[in-house]
């Protein structure tokens, strides 16, 4: 399997919004899309009022299908997204794809029908209104991925590409494993920021995402899916690579290499 290593919109302090596309037999796959086209030019409308903490680049040339297409590709051939939540800086991509079947975890789903606070702010109606093609998953126990929960039958993706329920920062938050032939790669989503929360080994705080944790909607959550990542890194190192949403450096290392 191919993956493209995307920055699908730099925000402040150069945070990243590093996405997925995934070659398969499939067809294309996204694991999340950034900010999307309508983002950029109806920021305050798509948005809301709340982006501006995040001060994004708005940057057209950074959101995914731009990058497609400047890989070569139709935006057509992405035929599934895959979210590892709801928040507009992962999902503000989806209108730009609107024949494409997007993968969501239950409890994400339900979420958006009913949502809380924090998920008032975080979800934003004008990304979901050309209505998203959805293919709702749910965990309903069985055989797991490296002692976590994993959801391994997406409809219509290959059996390399699994959902990871990371509970915590959203209600229905995922992780994305993909086995790349050679590995897995860990699309942890916002469960981490920077490598130093997980990996001692790395320079930077081990609390750099504490802030970001504790304002999640289930906090508890996310600080015991926190301690299975770090067992997950310290343990199998050599058999996962773990990789967050926002972690600049590890995009820098991971960006135009195609695997």
Known sequence: MQI???NCGTMVGGLVNHCLLLETESGLVLVDTGFGLAC?????????PTHRLLRPALDANETAIRQVEALGYAPGDVRHIVLTHLDYDHAG?????PWA???IHGPEFRALGKPGLVERFAYRAPQFA????????????GERWFGFAAVRELPGLPEEILAIPLYGHRRGHIGVAV???SGWLLHAGDTIIYRSEYDAAQPG???AGFTHGITGVQPLDWLANLRRIRALHREHADEVTIISSHDPAAFRELSGSVR
Request: no cysteine; proline share 5%.
């Open 205 to 207: 705080s081990r609390l």
């Open 130 to 141: 050309h209505g998203p093609r959805w293919a709702v998953n749910e965990w309903i126990g």
């Open 101 to 103: 079947t997007v993968h």
């Open 179 to 181: 086995d790349t032939g």
């Open 4 to 6: 493209h290593h995307l």
């Open 93 to 97: 991509g989806l209108a730009d794809f």
């Open 40 to 48: 950029v030019r109806r920021p305050d409308q798509v948005l809301g």
